[in-house]
């Protein structure tokens, strides 16, 4: 295929079958969503030993979650708006770096107040990571291919998750739950270097911001090696902006698509981190043993999986708004059927797997939804800041989780509460259909069977 003369990096990257620099970005990508999984569904099943062995009540481990998501709250609302002046590349590698650190500073930790503090601070490189990630691999992934690329990505964190429960199940029992914290901090630090010396910065990015030529040149040279003239310039509607980059995201036509990507978000992260946080505990309450804990976030992780892995193709097939209004729908069912037979083994893991496929595969459906939505210049700060307004979901998930359970709700009880984010969700994603708005964000090429419906969040 010729490329001789391509106008735009954007017809070199969506024009082309995916080269190997693309593919290892979004793998190192995935990579550090792997390992963001295994510290999110490690910690939840560690509450039970961590209570037993500092003395401290399950339900006072609520400050505990509440931290490390306050944590990631602020992470991705920083980390957002930093890469989108000075470059994703570093703002993933020192995000990366300081959720390493702070994952081994918890395991050393002997009272609350400690563990509070080294889980606000990994919530910080977690979520200054999560953002720059995506955005990064958005912006090396064809037009065509990043619906299936993100959501794909983010089954990275499912994987990371099942790792956690095969290493808690092995390392619990022999060396405490302090050894999986340390295992938990040591790989983030083992792949800082290999971030440093192979991750490339975006070249998108790097274009919009008048960046090196040469540092340019060598990219797309390592992308399209065929090509030897290319005048270099971001696509039409992917120029740089000025100022504050948040207030980007209410200009040029974007506040409603916005306002209606931040209300799932919201809802469904405070669902997501709710589970994690508390379904080993609630399933103690019920008379199960600890392994049924990580039995459960186990599987709830391996639904992660299958649901990110299809996301992508479901959401091509169906569209965004159809797919998502189904997951959540569904999720409404689930939740309110899983509180009534906690105490059944196998129904339990049956329900939890697939709630594990619907509320994750959400997830990475909004992220990708948010990915596409906004244009390069704003990109990791669109993302970052839906994410943040989600955090705020997950952090009141896990502490109105600890409220009820230090007022006696049972756990039947909790779970019919946790219907109502999901109906919220599943309300927010319809109610998006009666706004239609035209923002100046990047459009991707669609098909005509899904420009109608995506015309609310201007994504396929």
């Known amino acids: 295929m010729e490329f001789e003369g391509a106008r735009t990096i954007n017809d070199i990257i969506d024009g082309r079958p995916v080269s190997r620099l693309q593919a290892l970005t979004i793998i190192l990508c995935g990579l550090v969503l792997f390992l963001d999984g295994f510290d ?13 062995e500092l003395h401290i009540p399950v339900s006072a481990f609520g400050a505990m979650f509440g931290a490390g998501l306050f944590g990631l709250m602020f992470g991705t609302m920083l980390g957002g708006p930093i890469a989108d002046r000075w470059g994703r590349k570093w703002a993933i590698i020192l995000s990366g770096f300081a959720f390493g650190v702070f994952t081994s500073a918890t395991a050393g930790a002997h009272t609350l107040d400690r563990l509070v503090l080294f889980r606000f601070l990994t919530g910080l490189g977690l979520g200054g990571a999560m953002p720059n990630v995506v955005a990064l691999a958005t912006e090396y992934a064809p037009a065509r291919l990043q619906s299936t690329l993100v959501t794909v990505m983010f089954g990275g964190m499912g994987g990371g998750a099942v790792l956690s429960g095969a290493a808690g199940s092995v390392l619990l029992p022999i060396w405490g739950w302090r050894s999986v914290l340390y295992l938990g901090g040591l790989l983030p630090l083992l792949l800082v270097p290999v971030l440093i010396k192979v991750l490339p910065e975006s070249v ?18 390592r992308i399209a ?5 290319v005048v270099v310039r971001p696509a039409i509607n992917e120029g740089r902006v000025e100022g504050i980059p948040v207030k980007h995201l209410f200009t040029s036509g974007r506040a409603v698509g916005t306002i209606l990507l931040w209300i799932p978000y919201f809802m469904n992260l405070l669902l997501f981190y709710f589970i ?40 091509t097939a169906w569209g965004p ?52 939505f906004y244009p390069t210049a704003i990109r990791s700060t669109g993302v970052g800041w839906a994410l943040g307004f989600g955090r705020i979901g997950s952090i009141f998930g896990p502490v109105l989780g600890g409220m009820m359970l230090a007022r006696g709700w049972t756990p039947q009880e909790i779970f ?38 995506a015309i609310a969040f201007n994504v396929p």
């Open 40 to 52: 999110t569904q490690s910690i939840g099943f560690l509450v039970p030993p961590m209570a037993e």
């Open 204 to 221: 998108r990015f790097l274009a919009i911001r008048s960046g090196d030529s040469k540092q340019i040149a060598e990219i797309l040279g």
């Open 225 to 229: 090696p065929e090509l030897s003239t």
């Open 276 to 315: 994690l946080s508390w379904l080993p505990a609630l399933l103690r309450q019920v008379g199960m043993p600890v392994s049924a804990g990580i039995a459960a976030v186990t599987i709830f992780s391996i639904g992660n999986i299958i649901g990110a892995s299809l996301q992508g193709r479901v959401m």
């Open 321 to 372: 708004s159809r797919t998502l209004f189904v997951e959540f729908a569904v999720t409404v069912v689930l939740i309110g059927i899983l509180g009534s037979i906690l105490s059944s083994y196998g129904l339990m893991l049956i329900t939890t797997l697939a709630i594990g496929i619907c509320v994750p595969g959400a997830q990475a459906g909004l992220n990708a939804l948010a990915a596409m």
């Open 416 to 453: 019919e509460a946790g219907v109502i984010p999901a109906a919220c969700a599943a309300a927010a994603i319809l109610v998006s259909g009666a706004f239609p708005t035209r923002a100046s964000a990047y459009r991707p090429r669609v098909s005509e069977r899904h420009q109608q419906e």
